[in-house]
Structure formats: C-alpha cells, structure tokens
C-alpha cells in the first residue's frame, strides 16, 4: 500500500522567516510529487510540482525532490502570515494517468 | 487551468436520503475525480469517474453507496446514498487536464451535514 507521510504540526515560524516542510513517500516507482495548500474551509490549491531529482523554484516556493531517499519537501522564504495554511504532500506513480496519494498534511502557522 | 464548479456548496440532509453532487468544468478534461476529505483529515480517493463507462472505485467505497455518473468530458455527478452521520464531510472533485503530467485541479467542494 503506498503511504505519504507529513509531520502533522502545527509549525510555527516567524514571519520573513524560512519554513520547511517535509515529506517521505513509501513507493520507489513515484514519478510526481505535488504540493496544495489548503486554508481552513477552503478546497487544496496547488503551489507547485516536480519530477526530477533537485530543487525547482517559484517565487519564494522551493520545491525539492530526491528519490534515492524517497524524500520531498518544500522550503518557503520570506513567510507571510497569507502562508498560514494546510499543506498536503501528493505523490502520483505515473504520469498523466494515475491518481495520487495525499499526506495528512502539516498546518503552518507564520508568526507575526 | 480550468475552472470547476461544484453543486451544490452545502446541504444539510436527513438520515437515510441522498445527495447528489454536481461538478462542472468549463473544459474537457481527461480525467476526474472524487474525494472525500473529513473533518480534519486529509484527502480519501472514492473513485474515478471514466467518461461512458462505470466508475473505477477505491477500496472501501462500492458504487451502491456512491454512484457516480459522467456522461461527457466536461461533467460528473456523485450521490451519496442512504446518508448516515459518518458521511458528514467534504466532497471534492478533482480534474486532471489534457497535456499536463499529473497536475489534479479541486472544484470548491461541497459540505454535507448528516442529521
């Protein structure tokens, strides 16, 4: 069975500060790894994907794969108090075709 | 990406009745599916819906108490039968585009309240 897991939090970082979150998968055949972010009540909201080994970057969103490790996690500078959120690992085992696999998600609490 | 409505936003029902569920996207798309997400909780696949055929279901949920419908390429419906207070959740839909990888688009997502 494929298992996703997140450190449930809360994480708290200060604002302008960097927050890692961080996400272990269990199928080595994973081929893509997505991160949403889900504010309370609202549907996931997706930040950012990636497929290969190494980072991939988006604004202050850093994405970072290695799949020798079957690890991913996302780094984001310069917290906002708008990045309080859920944040929800998925993993997908094909591409184009195949459904994912979400984590429990890590609430994200940015300090003032 | 494309734009997903969900219909209806929230109900409240009654032990024993149903709700169907509407999702609507203002593309074709080549996949879409259906989660239930309770409170507190992460994502649950309940199935995916296959455009002119039966849907594919996850295990855990049978199509007796979820049948889902997609008729076209730009629509599915997801009833939830013979409610009971568990079934008090989230539902979403999700889309999975032409031409991208994997990337899965959320409708809103309806609340349901089971009495």
């Known amino acids: 069975q494929k298992e996703v897991e997140q450190n449930s939090g809360p994480l708290s970082v200060p604002e302008g500060a960097i927050a890692s979150l961080n996400c272990t998968y269990s199928?080595?055949?994973?081929?893509?790894f997505f991160w949403y972010r889900q504010y309370s009540g609202k549907s996931p909201e997706l930040i950012m994907f990636?497929?290969?080994?190494g980072d991939k970057e988006d604004g202050r969103f850093t994405a970072q794969l290695n799949k020798a490790s079957q690890y991913v996690s996302l780094l984001i500078r310069d917290s906002q108090p708008s990045d309080s959120a859920t944040y929800l690992c998925?993993?997908?085992?094909?591409?184009?075709?195949?459904?994912?696999?979400f984590g429990t998600g890590t609430r994200l609490t940015i300090i003032p | 990406s494309a734009v997903i409505s969900q219909k209806p936003s929230r109900d409240i029902c009654q032990r024993g009745t149903s709700l169907t569920i509407q999702c609507q996207v203002d593309s074709q798309v080549t996949m879409m599916f259906w989660y239930r997400q309770q409170p507190g909780q992460s994502l649950t696949l309940i199935a995916t819906?296959?455009?002119?055929?039966?849907?594919?279901?996850e295990s855990g949920f049978v199509i007796d108490k979820f049948p889902i419908s997609r008729p076209n390429l730009t629509f599915s419906t997801l009833t939830v039968s013979n409610l009971s207070p568990e079934d008090s959740s989230i539902y979403l839909c999700?889309?999975?585009?032409?031409?991208?990888?994997?990337?899965?688009?959320f409708g809103p997502g309806t609340r349901l309240t089971v009495l």
């Open positions: 199928d080595r055949g994973s081929q893509s």
């Open positions: 999700s889309v999975l585009e032409a031409g991208g990888y994997n990337e899965q688009f």
């Open positions: 819906a296959n455009q002119g055929s039966e849907a594919t279901y």
């Open positions: 990636i497929y290969s080994n």
């Open positions: 998925a993993v997908g085992s094909n591409f184009g075709n195949e459904k994912l696999t």
